[in-house]
C-alpha cells in the first residue's frame, strides 16, 4: 500500500515478528505498524525497562513524558530510552514504520554509546544519523513484507552486535537477577553478587543500561504489578503480590511513575488508547515464533 493509499483509509495494522536466532535474548522483537486514521492518535506506555528504536517511513510521531512536563519531541525515526516514567505519544495523520524493541545491553552494544545518555529521553535519529539512516529506511520501506524487512533488520544488527562493545558479565548477571525477581533484589544484594561497591554498580548501571539499580527494580516491579492486574486482581491484591509495602506505597509510587492514581489508570489508558509504536511486545511474544514469521496481530477496518 502506498502512502497515498495509506492516507485515504482509517485502518490500524499491527505486525510482531521475532529476531533470527543470533540475536534472541538481545532483539526482543520487531513491531512493524500501519495507522491510516484522518484524525489523531494517542497512546500511553508504562515504562517497561525496553529501548526502543522507531523507523518512519512516513508521519512524524510527537512523543514525550506523561508525568514530567518535558517538551516533547517531533520525528519520523527516533530512539526512546529506557524510561522511569510513562511516554505518551501521538500522531496526527498517517505513520508507517518498523520498531526495534531492545534490551539495554544490547543497545549499549549496537549504539557504542553510554545509555544515560538516552535514558529518560526520546531523540530525532535524523539528528545523530542523518544521510545513513534515510538510506537504510528508504530500503525497508521498499522491501515488499514485513517478514523481508524484518530479514534486513537482522542482517544489520547481527553484524553491529558483533562489532559492538562487549558489556560486563557482573552487570548482565546484576540486569538478571532484576528481572528474574521481578525487581524484588536489593542493591545491596546486587552489588555483594558483582563484588562491586554500591556506587561502582550504580556508575556500571547508567553506562550499560542508563538507569540506576533501584530505579530499574522500580520499573520491573511496576511492570509485574501490572500483570497481576491484567490477571484480575484488585489493586490491593496487586501490591502486596508484587512487594510493595502496602497500597498507600504502591499508590504513591504508581501515580510517581505513571502520573495517575491506580484507580484512574483504567480510564486514562483507554482515554489515550493502546497499541502505539513505542508499546512493548505482547507478554505472550518471548521469542518462540520460527525465524522468518511475521503475525498480524490487528488489521482493522481496512478500506480499499
Given at each position: 500500500m502506498s502512502n497515498g493509499q495509506l492516507a485515504a483509509t482509517h485502518s490500524k495494522e499491527l505486525v510482531w515478528g521475532s529476531s533470527g536466532p543470533a540475536l534472541r535474548g538481545h532483539v526482543l522483537g520487531y513491531r512493524g505498524f500501519m495507522f491510516g486514521a484522518r484524525g489523531p492518535g494517542r497512546w500511553l506506555v508504562a515504562p517497561d525497562g525496553v529501548v526502543k528504536v522507531v523507523l518512519g517511513f512516513s508521519g512524524p510521531l510527537i512523543v514525550g513524558d506523561a508525568v514530567r512536563p518535558t517538551r516533547p519531541v517531533t520525528a519520523i525515526s527516533l530512539i526512546s530510552g529506557v524510561h522511569a516514567t510513562a511516554t505518551v505519544g501521538e500522531h496526527a495523520g498517517p505513520v508507517h514504520g518498523v520498531t526495534v524493541l531492545l534490551t539495554p545491553l544490547a543497545a549499549y552494544r549496537l549504539l557504542a554509546v553510554p545509555m544515560a545518555q538516552l535514558a529518560c529521553r526520546n531523540l530525532d535519529m535524523a539528528e545523530l544519523f542523518g544521510r545513513r539512516l534515510r538510506r537504510f529506511v528508504g530500503s525497508l520501506a521498499e522491501a515488499p513484507t514485513w517478514g523481508s524487512r524484518f530479514a534486513l533488520l537482522d542482517?544489520?544488527?547481527?553484524?553491529?552486535?558483533?562489532?559492538?562493545?562487549?558489556?560486563?558479565?557482573?552487570?548482565?548477571?546484576?540486569?538478571?537477577?532484576?528481572?528474574?525477581?521481578?525487581?524484588?533484589?536489593?542493591?545491596?544484594?546486587?552489588a555483594a553478587g558483582t563484588g562491586w561497591s554500591d556506587r561502582q554498580l550504580e556508575r556500571r548501571f547508567l553506562e550499560q543500561v542508563g538507569l540506576p539499580p533501584k530505579s530499574l527494580a522500580q520499573v520491573l516491579r511496576l511492570q509485574a504489578a501490572l500483570r497481576y492486574k491484567a490477571r484480575g486482581m484488585t489493586w490491593a491484591e496487586v501490591a502486596a503480590a508484587a512487594g510493595y509495602h502496602d497500597q498507600p506505597h504502591f499508590t504513591r509510587s504508581f501515580k510517581a511513575m505513571i502520573g495517575c492514581t491506580p484507580g484512574r489508570f483504567p480510564a486514562t489508558r483507554a482515554e489515550a488508547g493502546r497499541g502505539g509504536p513505542l508499546d512493548s511486545l505482547p507478554d505472550q511474544f518471548t521469542g518462540e515464533l520460527p525465524y522468518g514469521r511475521a503475525t498480524v496481530v490487528s488489521r482493522l477496518c481496512k478500506t480499499p
Open positions: 542482517g544489520v544488527l547481527t553484524s553491529r552486535l558483533l562489532a559492538g562493545p562487549q558489556c560486563s558479565p557482573e552487570l548482565t548477571w546484576a540486569w538478571r537477577q532484576l528481572h528474574r525477581t521481578a525487581g524484588r533484589t536489593s542493591v545491596r544484594r546486587l
